[in-house]
């Protein structure tokens, strides 16, 4: 009877705990709709390649990546990524990577994969630098085997000859083996400079059987020559635009500059840089700030030009304090840097209108990277006495060099120009640390200039458009004042493109004798690219072509300027044309 008793107490009991869970309070009510709470954190579950240098691209597969904020390897941020969907982020590896777990970052959190990534690190270059590293190496060569090794013996006094026999051959060539893969960037070639290469072409391979072009000129040629046994030597040296990684350098040796054999009397090959050709510029550091400056007057105030301050300038005046009319900086980096933007802070009341910036890894050899001669600014900050304006060149790609030369014609005022500082800039393109050049898309031998918008100083006729409208021997511009003492029109083509040629249909006896072209990127700071005389023979009622070739050059705002003319007809040009050819 007791047993009973207690089952039957035992059953109410557990009748009343079924009945309290279905209640609407508590436990698990079958008509309760609430929404699960799912886990938004990021996961991991794969990524492809599983090893990896620096650069590499790799795959991440998982979910709830499609609000990331970060993708880290082994804690060391990703040099980029790009979300692809919600399941795969394609992530690059940075050099500061090192082995560990891929990590992805959301709103919600971080999460790690389970298995690491396995970071290859390369080797540290050990290439020594200024030793020559073709000396005693071996040579094969396409001719005259007997004196190959004296191309790396490390003597000028004796010669490999391109001969055939005892007969000049036209062409020939060498490949110096460096026995490893090593870095470098400077080739010099010893000649005799009585029979040297007109013609010369340097190629490097790391396998011996691929090669590529780093050098190749044809108009090379020198005064600084020494006596080296029966040899007047001249040494051509050859700094390339970056180091190369390489085992075997290949010389083309073509048409010699007399009726003699060509002459190498040696080829040393050299590791100058001590980055290895590793660019080390920092971004967005002024690299001019307290560098050293040479110029052409007022020594005792060099120092302002890159001391940091726009408090104080650089004058250009004679030593009785008189302004001249011209003259010139030079910058001194320290080492071959990379840039693309030169900022020059000018007094306003004083500043030059033609201004030339030029560059070199030697300070021998300058190469101009721009000159304007229309710059202007109404943004002005007063600093001290001065009313500082700041002329920003941009130079759209990265250019190398060690020296910047500023060369200074025509102030604005009866003033001496005044120059306050100069900056230089390396700055990012957006695409990671290694700015890229984007492949030009410019189209070949089409006009750019066809139906885009133009400007003109004065017109006769009410639409300048008829320039650009693609006739050539009906429609046109006309200037209406025949006498103004110049003309201009600029196009604007709507977007940069990359060009060389310019051909303007002028009428008989209303044709420009002198025409300017200038470019500019922004529509306010040009550049000149090319300025020529034309005075064609042309029949009464004929149409003339004036063709404009120059350096290809990427721009947006075409402006051409033109000085002299038969005033007493004006100008008429039935069209302008703009080209990449």
């Given at each position: 009877m ?6 039957s107490?035992?059953c ?36 492809e ?9 790799v ?8 609000t ?35 990590s ?37 060569v ?51 400079m ?100 040479t ?100 130079l ?86 025949v ?99």
């Amino acid at each position: 009877m007791k047993i009973i008793k207690r089952i039957s107490i035992l059953c109410l009991c557990l009748s009343y705990m079924i009945l309290s869970s279905c209640s609407d309070d508590y436990g698990a009510n079958p008509f309760d709709n609430s929404p699960f709470t799912v886990s938004k954190l990021p996961k991991v579950l794969s990524f492809e390649p599983i090893e990896g240098k620096a650069g590499t691209e790799v795959t991440i597969v998982g979910v709830n990546f499609s609000t990331a904020t970060d993708v880290a390897f082994d804690g060391k941020k990703a040099e980029s990524f790009e979300i692809i969907d919600d399941t795969t982020i394609k992530a690059i590896v940075s050099e500061k990577t090192t082995t560990g777990p891929i990590s992805v970052t959301n709103e919600k959190g971080t999460r790690a994969s389970k298995e690491k990534f396995t970071f290859i690190k390369e080797a540290a270059d050990d290439t020594p630098l200024d030793v020559n590293l073709a000396e005693g190496k071996g040579v094969t060569v396409s001719i005259n085997e007997a004196a190959n090794f004296h191309i790396t013996n490390g003597k000028y006094e004796n010669a490999w000859q391109v001969v055939d026999g005892a007969t000049p051959a036209a062409e020939g060539w060498f490949i110096i083996d460096l026995g490893d893969v090593y870095t470098f960037d400077n080739i010099v070639t010893a000649w005799d400079m009585g029979a040297y290469a007109t013609d010369y072409e340097l190629l490097v391979s790391e396998d011996g059987e691929q090669y590529t072009s780093v050098s190749h000129t044809t108009d090379w040629t020198t005064a600084n020559t020494e006596v080296s046994g029966i040899f007047t030597v001249g040494k051509q040296d050859i700094t390339l635009t970056s180091a190369v990684k390489a085992r075997y350098v290949k010389g083309i040796v073509k048409a010699c500059n007399s009726p003699w054999a060509m002459t190498v009397c040696e080829v040393e090959v050299y590791k100058r840089n001590a980055t290895g050709g590793e660019d080390d510029t920092p971004y967005d550091e002024n690299i001019a700030v307290s560098r050293s400056v040479t110029v052409s007057t007022n020594e005792a105030a060099n120092f302002h030009i890159t001391n940091g301050k726009y408090e104080n300038a650089w004058q250009v005046i004679d030593a009785g304090a008189s302004p001249m009319a011209e003259g010139w900086f030079i910058v001194d980096l320290g080492d071959v840097m990379s840039f693309n933007n030169i900022i020059t802070a000018w007094d306003m009341g004083a500043y030059a209108t033609d201004y030339e910036l030029l560059i070199s890894e030697n300070g021998d050899n300058y190469t101009t990277i721009s000159h304007t001669t229309d710059w202007t600014t109404n943004n002005i900050e007063p600093v001290g006495v001065f009313n500082v304006g700041k002329q920003d060149i941009k130079l759209g790609n990265l250019v190398r060099a060690r020296y910047i030369k500023g060369i200074l014609k025509g102030c604005n005022s009866p003033w001496a120009m005044t120059i306050c500082e100069l900056e230089v800039y390396k700055r990012k393109d957006g695409s990671g640390d290694t700015p890229t050049v984007p492949e030009d898309t410019t189209p070949m031998n089409t006009n750019l200039a066809l139906n885009k918008p133009i400007t003109v100083s004065s017109t006769l006729y009410p639409v300048p458009q008829e320039a650009v409208d693609g006739n050539t021997t009906i429609s046109k511009w006309a200037t209406n004042d025949v006498n103004t003492a110049e003309h201009s029109l600029v196009i604007d083509l709507e977007q940069e493109y990359t060009i060389n040629n310019i051909d303007i249909y002028w009428g008989y006896n209303n044709h420009s004798i002198k025409t300017k072209v200038l470019v500019s990127s922004d529509g306010i700071n040009y550049t000149e690219c090319a300025s020529e005389n034309y005075n064609p023979t042309a029949q009464a009622g004929e149409v003339v072509i004036h063709n404009i070739a120059f350096n290809s050059i990427k721009t947006r705002y075409v402006k051409a300027v033109f000085t002299a003319y038969m005033k007493e007809w004006g100008l008429w040009c039935y069209e302008f044309e703009v080209y990449k050819r």
